[in-house]
């Protein structure tokens, strides 16, 4: 997919000559971007247009490198035609929610990313599969574990990609922090703790209400310390534990948790400590405690401005460090992969089945929080059981 003509580096990017600006001791700079050309690029259309898609997705597809935005499917007409106006979409390729299907006939668009509430995330999958269309589907995947399952299978069904949206697994920093847990960079873990809170507005906002969000705290933000830290070990929780709260009166958690509290226990030994809530000054922070030193994220989670930390013994000093990888849009990462996968016919690292095992955990610590007594889980074997292909390796952290 690079240019015509131009000389291909052993990637398959375009290899332009440029001379070496740094010396080795040096950062280096991240290379020319391969991009694809305009017509070769994977056409996507966006179901829903909430914040995150106008706020975050939308703008992305400015920086994309494989995908572009060719379609909008939204229940307001008027929000629509605004946002084709901004990013020149054809008004033909605009749909409502009833005309959805009619996407089958539409050859400008390959596949829709869902962005809904998540109680409609598989209506609009399976309805997506049925249309002949790939798809990608914001986190939480589903609100219970049929519908997961009944998107994975109708998506299989159908021959079409299926890819749940967990930015954190692409972006540089988190995938760095996995090497070191990976490659017992620093020793085994033992402990690793997560945080991940905010304070709600709107009470009337879907996100408070159960038949909308299936949960509170720990589908919407909970969920990042569950899948982050599921992707760092590999491994899949064998019991965890669990504690909800939620403030007596206050409107906005009449329906879902307020607050969470839950432990995963991991069969090579690793117990994890999380707490997600939705009523107390923004917190998304994680560290992973290893034999020989500690490592983490503080910020973490969120889309931009995140900061990897690290500490460990230096003789008789403590070495704290603050490595510094550039930022990248998170996703950007994830509309490239996509294309990726759709261009290579390769299976995307988080595919359905990813989804799928986090609602299973999810749906464990609501019964764990209900009986207020640890639950068991189904042995899993081997690593990475629930992923598709795996990303291009990192060269490792250099101290």
């Not at 994977?42 to 914040?51: D, N, P, T």
């Not at 572009?68 to 054809?90: F, M």
């Not at 009833?98 to 962005?115: G, H, M």
């Not at 550039?326 to 989804?355: R, S, W």
Request: glycine letters at 8%.
């Amino acid at each position: 997919m690079s240019a015509v003509g131009l000389p291909k580096t052993k990637e398959g990017g375009v290899d332009f000559g440029l001379d070496k600006l740094a010396a080795d001791s040096e950062r280096q700079t991240a290379g020319v971007p391969d991009l694809w050309p305009p017509d070769k690029r994977v056409k996507f259309a966006l179901v829903g247009l909430g914040h995150l898609t106008l706020e975050e997705i939308l703008p992305a597809f400015a920086q994309s490198k494989k995908a572009k935005l060719t379609g909008l499917v939204s229940g307001s007409p008027d929000k629509a035609r605004a946002v084709a106006e901004q990013y020149g979409i054809k008004a033909a390729n605009i749909y409502d929610y009833k005309n959805y299907d009619a996407i089958k006939d539409n050859p400008d668009i390959d596949v829709v990313y869902i962005v809904l509430p998540n109680s409609m995330h598989c209506e609009f999958t399976v309805r997506a599969a049925a249309a002949d269309k790939h798809v990608l589907c914001e986190k939480p995947m589903a609100t219970n574990v049929a519908d997961c399952q009944k998107m994975i299978d109708s998506c299989k069904a159908a021959s079409k990609k299926l890819m749940i949206a967990y930015r954190i697994q692409y972006e540089p920093n988190n995938r760095l922090i996995q090497k070191l847990v990976r490659d017992q960079t620093f020793g085994k873990v033992k402990i690793i703790e997560a945080s991940n809170g905010q304070n709600q507005g709107d009470v009337n906002q879907w996100r408070h209400k159960r038949a909308l969000a299936g949960g509170g705290a720990m589908p919407d933000i909970g969920i990042y310390c569950l899948n982050t830290i599921r992707s760092m070990l590999g491994e899949e929780p064998s019991e965890v534990f669990a504690t909800t709260y939620s403030t007596p009166g206050d409107p906005r958690f009449s329906e879902v948790e307020e607050s969470i509290v839950f432990q995963l226990r991991f069969p090579g030994g690793v117990i994890a400590h999380c707490s997600s809530g939705y009523g107390y000054h923004e917190l998304r922070q994680y560290r992973f405690m290893a034999e020989k030193a500690w490592f983490g994220m503080e910020p973490a989670f969120a889309y931009s401005g995140l900061q990897m930390q690290l500490s460990l013994p230096q003789g008789s000093r403590e070495i704290f460090a603050v490595p510094k990888i550039d930022a990248v849009n998170q996703f950007v990462l994830e509309l490239d992969h996509m294309a990726e996968c759709i261009a290579y016919d390769k299976k995307p690292l988080t595919p359905g089945e990813e989804g799928l095992q986090d609602q299973k955990i999810i749906e464990a610590l609501y019964a764990s929080a209900s009986e207020h007594k640890p639950v068991a889980l189904l042995p899993v074997a081997g690593l990475d059981s629930t992923r598709g292909d795996a990303l291009p390796p990192l060269a490792p952290l250099k101290l």
